[in-house]
C-alpha cells in the first residue's frame, strides 16, 4: 500500500505527529506551506478569524501527487474548533485525487465534542468515510505521549488496499 502523510503546521506540534506516522507507516510525506503569513499575534487572529469563515488560502505547489496513493493520511492543527485554513485548502483542491483517507489532529486541551466536530467537517468535504481517526493534545506531545501514534499506524497498516 503507497501511504502519503499530508499536513500543514504553523508552530510545529503537527508536524512532529505527521513525522512520526510517515515513518511508522513508512509512506511519503508532504508538508503544505501557505503564502498567507500567520506569524505573530496579528497572525494567530487572522487564522482563527479565517478557520471560523471557513475561507481558503493560497498554498504552494504540491509535490506529490495524492492521486498515486492508496492513503492520504491528513494532518491539521485545530484553529478555533476548526479545520486550520491551508487543509481545508488543501481537500478542497485535490479531495477527488483521494482513494482513502485517515485523519490526525493535533490542538492545545482535549475537547472532544470538537474534535469530533472537525473531522466530521473533514469527512463530508473529502466526501470520503476517514479509516482511522487520531488526535493529540499539546500536552501528548510535551510529554511524547505517542502510542496513539503506533496504533492509529497500526490501523492503517492492517487494511488491504
Ligand atoms: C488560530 C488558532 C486557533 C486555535 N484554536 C484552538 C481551539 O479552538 N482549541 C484548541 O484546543 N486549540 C486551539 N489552538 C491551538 C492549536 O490547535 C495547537 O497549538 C496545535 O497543536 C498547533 O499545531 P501546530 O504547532 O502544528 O501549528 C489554536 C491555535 C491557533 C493558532
Redesign the pocket.
Known sequence: MKTLTVFY???????KIAQETAKLVQGDIEEIIDEKNRNGLLG?LI??MD?ILKKYTSIKQIKKNPSQYDMVIIGT?????NISTPIRTYIHNYKDDFKNVAFFC????N?PK?TLKMFKDMENLCGKNPVALVSFS?RD?KTNSFEKINEFAEKIKKLEL
Not at 9 to 15: C, P
Not at 77 to 81: I, S
Not at 106 to 109: D, E, I, K, R, Y
Open positions: 503546521s504553523r508552530t510545529g506540534n503537527t508536524k494567530w487564522s482563527g478557520a492543527p485545530m484553529w478555533a474548533t493535533t490542538s492545545a486541551g475537547r470538537d499539546e506531545i
